[in-house]
């Protein structure tokens, strides 16, 4: 293997791999240092980590908001059907799945200003990426699970505000 000492710098990144794990097999430190010894260093120019973990968990946080209200919107969507369809379905019932509904959005929602507010996101900005997921829940399918005159109260509990939140920290904190 001496002779081959000579060529190591101009081993591709396979070959110096190839070499290091026949090395390693035979326990030769010698060469593991002379392969480590010969391969080429580069420098690289690249955006502040600390910012770009921040970005990256932002933006993990915010695909996961929209995801969850797609999810209950889409839930929303198949109630309206559902109400549409069946006449016989009583006031009451129909009237709590509805608010049920609605108030796992809020509690998303509430949730998301909380995460907003915790990772120090300005109150418009926060505001902008909320009202992109809110936008998602068209007024028709609000209207068709809330046909009545009056909004209703919406109270999510605080439990359920903190499982909403603990899922965006924890996108957050993936970054």
């Known amino acids: 293997m001496k002779d081959l000492t000579r060529?190591?710098?101009r081993l591709t990144p396979h070959e110096r791999f190839s070499a290091f794990e026949a090395a390693v097999?035979?326990?030769?430190?010698a060469e593991i240092e002379a392969l480590e010894y010969s391969c080429p260093q580069y420098f690289y120019r690249l955006?502040?980590?600390?910012?770009?973990?921040m970005k990256t968990g932002f933006f993990n946080a915010w695909m996961?908001?929209?995801?969850?209200?797609?999810?209950?919107?889409?839930v929303m969507a198949v109630q309206a059907l559902t109400i549409n369809y069946e006449q016989e379905l009583e006031e009451e019932k129909?009237?709590?799945r509805s608010k049920a509904l609605l108030t796992a959005h809020k509690a998303l929602e509430i949730a998301w200003q909380r995460f907003a507010e915790r990772i120090g996101m300005g109150e418009e900005t926060g505001s902008r990426y909320l009202n992109s997921c809110i936008n998602m829940a068209d007024e028709f399918i609000i209207d068709a699970i809330w046909p009545f005159d009056k909004?209703?109260?919406l109270e999510p509990s605080?439990?359920?505000i903190e499982r909403e939140y603990e899922m965006l920290m924890t996108c957050w904190c993936q970054k």
Not at 25 to 29: G, I, K, L
Not at 47 to 53: G, L, N, Q, R, V
Not at 64 to 74: D, L
């Open 7 to 9: 060529l190591y710098d």
């Open 25 to 29: 097999a035979r326990m030769d430190e």
């Open 47 to 53: 955006p502040d980590s600390e910012y770009m973990a």
């Open 64 to 74: 996961q908001m929209q995801v969850r209200s797609s999810e209950i919107i889409k």
């Open 94 to 96: 129909m009237i709590e």
């Open 151 to 153: 909004d209703p109260i």
């Open 158 to 160: 605080e439990k359920a």
